[in-house]
């Protein structure tokens, strides 16, 4: 497995199956990887901790950093590459990085978009960099970020000028036997933390109830929700009857803050 830390060194790695990744990889993480080595092109993992998507005052500097054993895992999972470039390398500071406008998914449904206004400005740049570098034919996200998984797919649609045969496919959350989805996150949590937050898998599979019936569920664990919502499962705003409908929830507990969501039956 190559390391790569240039920009150059990725000329031969053009055309290939992206996972984008922060690092901490989980099997959620895992399971895109695999997804990415089935796929038949050589699955490259970028790991970069975006600075651009964390406000002042977010997990920046705490984030779990574990590159060493990210490789062994991205090697065991037959990845072909890594690329882990340095910030400097992402941002050069100059006029050559072009984030695109955001599209309206990253901006109207006031979910992730307000509860962290900087970021998706974030996600979208770094995406789009990493993609711009990377020139992948296909990239895959988790469905756990499901609001970050629309706005990538949005984003490559609204310009098929700059990525005209990019494929973005999306994969299944994966959830720990209880139910709790595998978040990198989730090493912040100390075992009652953790047994609280399975509250967030328990309010989703009470979608079928109505929006009241999730947030009841996050509040008798004693979490602080941002929100508890049944949206349009594309446009992520008022739902119909007619389409497919996600629940989405977002809470926080001691200090930790957790998302996940689920197609309404
Ligand atoms: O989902 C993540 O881990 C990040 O938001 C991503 C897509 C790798 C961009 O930094």
Request: hydrophobic fraction near 45%.
């Amino acid at each position: 497995m190559q390391i790569v830390r240039t920009i150059s060194d990725l000329a031969c790695l053009h055309e290939s199956a992206l996972v984008p990744t922060m690092g901490a990889l989980h099997e959620g993480h895992r399971s895109l990887v695999r997804a990415a080595v089935a796929s038949g092109r050589p699955a490259v993992v970028s790991i970069f901790v975006n600075p651009a998507q964390f406000a002042p005052g977010e997990d920046l500097d705490a984030y779990p950093r574990t590159l060493e054993r990210d490789l062994d895992l991205c090697r065991d999972d037959g990845a072909a590459a890594v690329f882990a470039p340095e910030v400097d390398t992402v941002y050069p500071g100059d006029a050559s990085v072009q984030t695109p406008p955001l599209p309206a998914v990253a901006a109207s449904p006031g979910l992730e978009d307000a509860c962290r206004p900087h970021f998706f400005q974030g996600v979208c740049r770094v995406v789009a960099r990493l993609f711009d570098l990377v020139r992948p034919a296909e990239a895959f996200f988790g469905e756990k970020d499901w609001q970050q998984l629309r706005v990538v797919t949005e984003m490559v649609a609204a310009h098929q000028d700059r990525w005209p045969s990019l494929t973005i496919t999306a994969h299944p959350t994966v959830r720990e036997p209880d139910g709790l989805a595998m978040s990198s996150r989730n090493v912040y949590l100390s075992p009652s933390s953790r047994d609280r937050a399975l509250a967030l898998h328990r309010a989703l599979s009470r979608a079928s109830e109505g929006e009241p019936a999730m947030r009841r569920t996050l509040d008798a664990a004693g979490l602080t929700t941002d929100y508890a919502v049944i949206r349009d499962a594309e446009t992520l705003l008022a739902p119909t009857a007619d389409r497919p409908q996600r629940a989405l929830v977002a809470a926080s507990l001691d200090g930790t803050r957790l998302i996940d969501n689920a197609a309404v039956p």
